[in-house]
């Protein structure tokens, strides 16, 4: 298991231009590292899991108001929406599961990273918003895609277009969550659930993972193929052997991931 800790409790985790570039390159090195079978995110603290953007940071770089000082300013300078992309996961390459410790607010961008996790364990003093359209903005890390499809329709459009804020037991009610714990118990609740899948085969994971993103949304004869041809790949492998062979003489696997 790996643990991505978003670390900047003074300002409720908000995501300056260091974290961005940081998050970005831990995904993409968590994505290539083969002894990693499951990730969990989480924020320091019990106030915030992440409240979005550093507006006050990252706007003044973007529209050209400040002069970027340091490597993490000037890389999000010269390519900010590439590292919206692969910091906040939004797309579906990331294959590996990944369990959200929300110990706070998930506000926005925040709210967006949560989106991207696969399982999310929630503080009961929680709560959820997406604001943008009060400031004139839509959401753009990947809610509009993802958050009709996991709530569903009404669900998404009033969390969207009402701008409301959501606690947690109607985050838990409408399917945002999939369970509300005491702060105390969050994080060793989440970091369970990571033992618990990390007991899996790590091909089996990926693959499992792999066919449910792309073939979401898809025609379902579509989605039949998608889930064959990554089923004939687990069953290539030799954890597919070892699976079985484990159960019938009664140990535990020894996962490969091969």
């Not at 300056?16 to 390159?25: K, T």
């Not at 490597?71 to 939004?90: M, P, S, Y």
């Not at 947690?168 to 118990?185: D, Q």
């Not at 041809?229 to 020894?254: H, I, K, Y």
Request: charged share 25%; glycine share 8%.
């Amino acid at each position: 298991m790996a643990i991505v800790t978003l670390n900047r409790p003074e300002k409720h985790n908000a995501l300056n231009a260091e974290m961005m570039v940081r998050m970005a390159e831990a995904w993409d090195g968590l994505a290539q590292d083969d002894s990693i079978r499951v990730v969990l995110v989480t924020g320091t603290g019990e106030r915030a899991f992440c409240t979005g953007a550093d507006l006050g940071s990252l706007a003044p770089l973007a529209t050209g108001a400040k002069t970027a000082q340091t490597r993490f300013e000037k890389q999000w300078v010269d390519g900010h929406q590439d590292l919206v992309d692969r910091a906040l996961l939004r797309h579906t390459r990331f294959h590996k599961p990944v369990v959200a410790a929300v110990n706070g607010l998930a506000v926005a961008a925040g709210f967006e990273l949560m989106l991207a996790a696969d399982i999310r364990v929630a503080s009961t003093a929680a709560t959820f918003q997406l604001s943008e359209v009060r400031r004139g903005l839509i959401p753009s890390g990947g809610a509009l895609a993802r958050l009709p499809r996991q709530v569903g329709w009404s669900h998404a459009m009033e969390i969207i277009l009402a701008a409301d804020v959501i606690d947690a037991e109607r985050a838990l009610s409408m399917g945002l969550v999939n369970r509300i714990v005491a702060p105390s118990e969050v994080y060793a609740t989440a970091k369970d659930m990571c033992g618990r899948i990390s007991e899996g085969a790590p091909l089996a994971l990926k693959k499992a993972k792999e066919a449910i993103a792309r073939s979401s949304g898809c025609e379902l004869g579509r989605a039949f193929e998608i889930e064959q041809a990554c089923q004939a790949v687990v069953l290539a492998s030799e954890d597919a052997r070892e699976g079985p062979r484990a159960f019938m003489e009664r140990r535990t696997p020894r996962f490969t991931g091969r």
